[in-house]
């Protein structure tokens, strides 16, 4: 089976902070890699596409890096309203599997 | 702008069929460059990939292994909305789902609102 993991599966760190999430992928993905993020309570919201580019209107702290099975979502200054959970997804070809998630908290 | 707004049950018998239905906006379900699909998240909080259905120059479909032998999703075009019908449906379905737009290779740029469905007698 196809998996997408992602580490750490939550973290805490303080505002102001570079923060790192990795996913990777079980086999070579190229760069179709999508990153979401999921505030508490609300719609998952696309943040990065083809493993880095930046989604319309989503701010430049956010970059996405990798490709092959390695990836990586980072945060260069952490803000209160980054508080969520971040999902990595394939889009490569079906199935379009997520990876387990990754809960950030302000510390 | 593109908007889809999701409409069915929020309560299901164990046994029963799930039906849910996402109307479209600002795109067309027919449309040669998108694809709709359902996800779902359980109580538990992982997404989780249900299917799709797309049309380039005839109508396609995939489905997740897991939910395969149960599920259809299917357009339709004089109401420019898909839907959702899921089988024999158990406790362990009980989730939020949502439909989403993808558009290759930006992956699922439009969401739906989500419904909460939950299956209990």
């Known amino acids: 089976d196809f998996q997408m993991t992602q580490s750490p599966s939550s973290l805490s760190a303080s505002v102001g902070d570079r923060v790192t999430i990795t996913c990777r992928a079980s086999?070579?993905?190229?760069?179709?890699l999508a990153w979401y993020q999921q505030k508490p309570g609300k719609v998952p919201k696309l943040l990065i596409y083809v493993a880095s580019t930046l989604q319309s209107g989503v701010p430049s702290r956010f970059s996405g890096s990798g490709s092959g099975t390695d990836f990586t979502l980072t945060i260069s200054s952490l803000q209160p309203e980054d508080v969520a959970t971040y999902y990595c997804?394939?889009?490569?070809?079906?199935?379009?599997?997520f990876g387990g998630g990754t809960k950030v908290e302000i510390k | 702008q593109v908007q889809l707004q999701q409409s069915g049950p929020g309560l299901v018998k164990p046994s029963q069929t799930l039906s849910l239905t996402c109307a479209i906006s600002?795109?067309?379900?027919?449309?040669?460059?998108?694809?709709w699909n359902w996800i779902r998240q359980s109580p538990s909080g992982g997404l989780e990939w249900l299917g799709r259905?797309?049309?380039?120059?005839?109508?396609?479909?995939d489905y997740a292994v897991s939910v395969k032998s149960r599920l259809t999703i299917s357009p339709d075009t004089s109401k420019n909305q898909f839907s959702l019908q899921l089988n024999s449906v158990t406790p362990e379905d009980t989730a939020v789902y949502y439909c989403?737009?993808?558009?290759?290779?930006?992956?699922?740029?439009?969401w739906g609102q989500g419904t909460l469905v939950s299956v209990s007698s």
């Open positions: 989403a737009r993808a558009m290759f290779p930006v992956a699922l740029d439009y």
């Open positions: 997804q394939k889009f490569n070809s079906v199935p379009l599997t």
């Open positions: 086999q070579d993905i190229s760069n179709y």
């Open positions: 259905t797309y049309y380039r120059s005839k109508w396609y479909n």
């Open positions: 600002g795109d067309s379900v027919s449309s040669n460059s998108a694809a």
